[in-house]
């Protein structure tokens, strides 16, 4: 029933399973909260993103099928890297917080530490969902055309950023859940742009980590950051990497992309297979 579902409307059963196990995932860690059954700790939280994660495997397994292996073992072509200078611009922003803080501390180390796995988990759940399934239909229909591949990019990113607005359901401000959101789709257009160039899902996978680890050592590790041109220049390049830099990476990927022709498409499945 899933894969003539999937053969009949690939985009549409990527869409709504992706998005469709994002939000029974918010729902639940909402429901277990709201009912006091957990507090939804780290390790709760983390241990429910891997089991989403694998749930999101499973149906992607169901979409690639001989070609599922390659999602994970295919060689990275060294251009990504490249087009990924921008992503290690903006980590090393984070450590310019150290040097403007009114001191250092490591009060925190255990719950950052606990927080880098649940990064991992979370990087492992939504890359699996956001890019394994929502794109793959639009992958399969709408790879080959540079109108097809921007409208790709964009529109998985920003389904992706509008999923967090759901966070308001856990006391966020409306405004800063807005805010989050935008931020959130540019960098998911910008990771939906790796993966199609790398069609690597590990890489996304450890970029959303990595990412999500790095912008919380400023948090961990600092104490009273002190205002000033320094601050003042953080925020303004994250924020031109972010909502600039990404969205233009992402669409000069989908120009310079290159697919594969159908018969070379045909040998690299085959290889894949044995």
Not at 32 to 44: A, D, K, N, P, R
Not at 124 to 130: G, I, K, L, Q, R
Not at 194 to 211: D, T
């Amino acid at each position: 029933m899933i894969k003539k579902f999937y053969d009949k409307w690939p985009i549409l059963y990527g869409v709504l399973y992706g998005q469709g196990l994002f939000v029974f995932f918010v729902l639940l860690e909402y429901f277990l909260v709201s009912t006091g059954i957990s507090e939804c700790g780290v390790v709760t939280d983390s241990f429910i993103r891997i089991m989403f994660g694998i749930s999101a495997l499973i149906l992607m397994k169901k979409n690639y099928q001989d070609r599922f292996r390659e999602q994970f073992t295919v060689k990275i072509p060294k251009s990504t890297w490249l087009f990924s200078i921008p992503f290690f611009v903006f980590l090393g922003l984070q450590f310019l917080y150290l040097p403007i803080a009114e001191s250092l501390t490591i009060a925190y180390i255990s719950a950052f530490v606990l927080s880098c796995a649940q990064q991992l988990a979370t990087g492992f759940f939504e890359e699996t969902a956001s890019k394994g399934l929502v794109m793959s239909g639009m992958l399969l229909k709408w790879k080959r055309t540079v109108r097809g591949r921007i409208c790709i990019v964009f529109i998985s990113g920003m389904l992706f950023g509008t999923l967090h607005i759901l966070n308001v359901l856990f006391n966020g401000d409306i405004v800063a859940c807005l805010w989050q959101s935008l931020y959130s789709s540019a960098f998911g257009v910008f990771l939906a742009s790796i993966y199609l160039h790398s069609n690597n899902i590990v890489l996304c996978m450890m970029f959303h980590a990595i990412w999500d680890i790095f912008v919380r050592i400023p948090g961990n590790f600092c104490e009273n950051i002190q205002e000033g041109i320094i601050l003042d220049f953080i925020y303004l390049a994250q924020d031109i990497i972010i909502l600039g830099v990404f969205p233009f990476v992402a669409i000069l990927i989908c120009l310079k992309y290159k697919p594969l022709s159908k018969a070379n498409c045909y040998i690299q499945s085959t290889n894949s297979s044995w």
